[in-house]
C-alpha cells in the first residue's frame, strides 16, 4: 500500500509537503505513510485516494489487509480465525455475492439496452427523450399525488392547456417538475456538477408560483450541515462508485436528511437521474402504480433500518432496465 501512495503522488507530481497541505494532515505523517511505518486511518486514506486518483476499492482492500495483520499476524490461531470470520462475512449483508452477481447482469443488460438507444436515429432520439421526459414527468408526480393523467400531463406541457377539473397547484407541479429537467440537462451539457446552489435552485424550480414564500428559503443549520456532509462524500466518491449505486445511494441520502419542507422525494429523483444522465445512462422511472410505489418505499425503509443500499440499488437498476425497454417500445 505505502508504496502505492508513493509512486501515484509522484505521478502526480506533487511533493509530500503539497499533499499535506491540500488535504490537512501532517506532512511527517505523509511520509510515514509512504514509507509503512504509520498506517492511515480509513479516513486519510479515502481522502489520500481521491486526490491522487488512486482506485478507491483497490486501495481500501490494502489498507484493510495490513489493518487485518498487524492485529493478528502473531496470532497462533490467526489461519482459523480467519476461515471463520470468511464463512460468517459470506453468510452475512456484507458481501452480499447473490446480490452483486444480480447487480453485474442487469448492468450488462442495461449497457446493452443503452448502445440501442443512443444508436438512435437523431429524430428518434429527440422524439423518444422528449417522451420519457414526460413519463418521468407523470410518474413522479403521480407517485407524490398529482392526479393528472398521462395524457393531461402531455396537454398541458405540449399545448399549454388547462385541464378544467383539475387545480392550478397540479397543473404547476406538472409544468416545474418538466422544467426542472431541463434544468438539469443544462448543468448537464454545462459540465456543471451536483452542488448545494444547484440542488437550492431546482428547489426554488420546484416550487416556483406554488409556494413562493418558501421557493427561495434556506435549510436550517443542522439541515446544511447534513448537506455539507453529502457533497463531501459526493466528491470523494463520484469517482470510486459504478453510477448506479452513486445516484441510487445519492437518492436515499436526500430522502433521509429530508432537506425541505415538501417535494423532497422529487427532488431525490431528479438528483438520481441528473448523476445518471451526467454518466450516460437513461432516466429512471417508478411507476406510481399502488405494487410499485409500496415496493419502493419498502426498499428505502429497509436500506435506512438496515444501513444497506445493495437492494435498493438492484431495484433501481431493474428499474433502468425497464425504463429503457420503455423507451426502444417507443
Same mark, same amino acid.
Given at each position: 500500500m505505502n508504496a502505492i501512495l508513493k509512486k501515484a503522488r509522484e505521478e502526480k507530481g506533487l511533493k509530500t509537503r503539497e499533499v499535506a497541505q491540500m488535504l490537512q494532515i501532517d506532512q511527517a505523517l505523509i511520509s510515514k505513510f509512504e514509507s509503512g511505518t504509520r498506517k492511515p486511518t480509513k479516513e486519510q486514506i479515502v481522502k489520500?485516494?481521491?486526490?491522487?486518483?488512486?482506485?478507491?476499492?483497490?486501495? /481500501?482492500? /490494502?489498507?484493510? #489487509?495490513?489493518?487485518?495483520?498487524?492485529?493478528? #499476524?502473531?496470532?497462533?490461531?490467526? /489461519?482459523?480465525?480467519? #476461515?471463520?470470520v470468511e464463512s460468517e462475512l459470506l453468510k452475512s449483508e456484507v458481501i452480499q455475492p447473490k446480490t452483486s452477481e444480480k447487480l453485474q447482469k442487469l448492468v450488462t443488460e442495461i449497457n446493452s439496452l443503452l448502445q440501442q438507444f443512443y444508436n438512435l436515429n437523431l429524430l428518434e432520439y429527440r422524439r423518444i427523450t422528449k417522451q420519457l421526459d414526460l413519463y418521468f414527468t407523470f410518474e413522479c408526480n403521480s407517485l407524490n399525488g398529482n392526479k393528472m393523467s398521462f395524457e393531461e400531463v402531455k396537454l398541458i406541457v405540449n399545448e399549454g392547456i388547462s385541464i378544467t377539473d383539475k387545480p392550478m397547484k397540479e397543473h404547476l407541479e406538472i409544468i416545474n417538475f418538466f422544467e426542472a429537467i431541463q434544468y438539469c440537462k443544462e448543468l448537464?451539457?454545462?459540465?456543471?456538477?451536483?452542488?448545494? #446552489?444547484?440542488?437550492?435552485?431546482?428547489?426554488?424550480?420546484?416550487?416556483?408560483?406554488?409556494?413562493?414564500?418558501?421557493s427561495n428559503q434556506q435549510p436550517d443549520k443542522t439541515t446544511i450541515n447534513e448537506l455539507k456532509i453529502l457533497f463531501k462524500w459526493y466528491e470523494m466518491s463520484k469517482d470510486n462508485i459504478h453510477p448506479l449505486i452513486l445516484a441510487s445511494e445519492t437518492h436515499l441520502k436526500i430522502m433521509q436528511i429530508l432537506p425541505f419542507r415538501q417535494y423532497n422525494n422529487q427532488i431525490a429523483f431528479l438528483i438520481m437521474n441528473w448523476i445518471l444522465l451526467q454518466n450516460k445512462y437513461s432516466l429512471i422511472v417508478i411507476k406510481s402504480d399502488r405494487s410499485e410505489k409500496e415496493n419502493y418505499i419498502a426498499e428505502i425503509e429497509q436500506s435506512f433500518t438496515e444501513d444497506n443500499i445493495a437492494n435498493f440499488s438492484l431495484l433501481m437498476a431493474e428499474a433502468q432496465k425497464a425504463t429503457l425497454e420503455y423507451a426502444l417500445s417507443l
Open positions: 489520500l485516494a481521491h486526490l491522487l486518483n488512486i482506485n478507491l476499492d483497490t486501495i /481500501l482492500v /490494502l489498507w484493510l #489487509k495490513e489493518r487485518i495483520l498487524h492485529e493478528i #499476524k502473531n496470532e497462533k490461531f490467526a /489461519l482459523e480465525a480467519l #476461515k471463520l448537464i451539457q454545462k459540465k456543471i456538477d451536483f452542488c448545494e #446552489k444547484k440542488l437550492l435552485q431546482i428547489y426554488s424550480i420546484l416550487t416556483q408560483e406554488i409556494e413562493p414564500e418558501i
